[in-house]
């Protein structure tokens, strides 16, 4: 891994004890410009692993706690009428940060929840008529409980696309959860986190992972992957020509973190779960994003579809 993602990790993985694959999955989406979906029961460590990439990285950080009552404007931003000088004045809401941490995010309305969405896929915002650019790097991280939780809305599916990955931080061992208890690093080590990796660097290191070679015949299995699950039987939904590109670009990251410039079949099975499982709908309920089942779908297809060699 790069001197700097190297370092990058390490400062995460100080403050946050589970596992350690799940700080390299967030890592690929910063390194492929996506934004990533932390999704797990409450008191495992989500907000924390957020709060450590953005403490990591000397670039602007944004934090919104979503709530049922949490307008669009909360978000986005609000202009303000100004008397003396007789003209509005927009005043920019947190989304104008390069790290943003949404935190429960399925615990606001759809109507604020798609106040989101031009700033994923677009990279600005509109607000009054007027398009504001926000800055780059731009990466939302988002956190949701389970959506059979009290208090909780689904995400639309439109939205869930946006997200590059959703991954599981899942419980730690029992030798790390011993570790939290002893050094209480969310109450201690997150304040004294410094940043380790500039804002222009990681700007480089994208880059670098849109450069990643991805041969002809790995882009042709990613294809007969997306295929797969448009025709399989248990599926209502499948993979979209976007979600493909995300696995492509996924696959480019998780090369990168591994110290390469090119891709190997190995990626692209590695992201295959956090990339494609929310993008498929199992039969059944077009609300029902079934994450065991939908993963078992994708396990089989990966099975049956012949890897490159």
């Known amino acids: 891994m790069e001197q700097g993602l190297d370092a990058l990790r390490a400062g ?16 690929a989406c910063l390194l492929a410009r996506g934004h990533c979906l932390i999704e797990d029961v409450p008191g495992v460590g989500k907000t ?14 944004g934090r919104v706690q979503l709530t049922p009552d949490l307008l669009p404007s909360d ?45 994923m896929s677009e990279g600005s915002v509109t607000v009054d008529g007027v398009t504001h650019e ?12 389970p959506t059979d939780f009290h208090g909780t809305y689904q995400l639309p599916e439109n ?7 959703r991954i599981s931080v899942g419980y730690p061992s ?11 690093p969310s109450a201690h080590k997150l304040g004294e986190l410094k940043p380790v990796i500039d804002a222009a660097r990681v700007i480089t290191l994208q880059e670098r992972t849109d450069a990643a070679r ?26 979209s020509p976007r979600g493909a590109l995300a696995l492509a670009q996924a696959s480019r990251a998780w090369a990168v973190l591994r110290g390469r410039d090119y891709v190997i079949p190995e990626d692209i099975l590695t992201s295959v779960q956090p990339v494609c499982a929310h993008r498929v709908i199992s039969r059944g309920s077009l609300a029902d994003t079934g994450a065991d089942q939908t993963s078992a779908i994708l396990r089989e297809i990966v099975q049956r579809v012949p890897s490159p060699a």
């Open 75 to 119: 978000i986005l931003g609000v202009s303000v009428y100004r008397r003396e000088q007789d003209r509005f004045d927009f005043k920019r809401g947190p989304i104008f940060a390069s790290i943003v941490l949404a935190d429960e995010i399925n615990r606001a309305t759809p109507r604020t929840q798609t106040a989101l969405l031009e700033a």
């Open 48 to 61: 924390v692993l957020a709060s450590a990439l953005a403490r990591s990285i000397d670039c602007s950080f």
């Open 214 to 239: 991805l041969d002809r015949s790995l882009i042709d299995y990613i294809i007969a992957i997306a295929t797969a699950t448009r025709g399989h039987e248990a599926l209502q939904l499948g993979v």
């Open 159 to 165: 939205q869930l696309d946006r997200f590059l990955m």
């Open 134 to 145: 926000l800055p780059k790097p731009f990466m939302i991280v988002a956190t949701q409980n």
């Open 174 to 184: 029992a030798a790390d959860e011993a570790r939290v208890l002893e050094l209480r």
């Open 12 to 27: 995460i993985a100080s403050v946050f004890l589970g596992h350690p694959e799940s700080i390299d999955r967030v890592l």
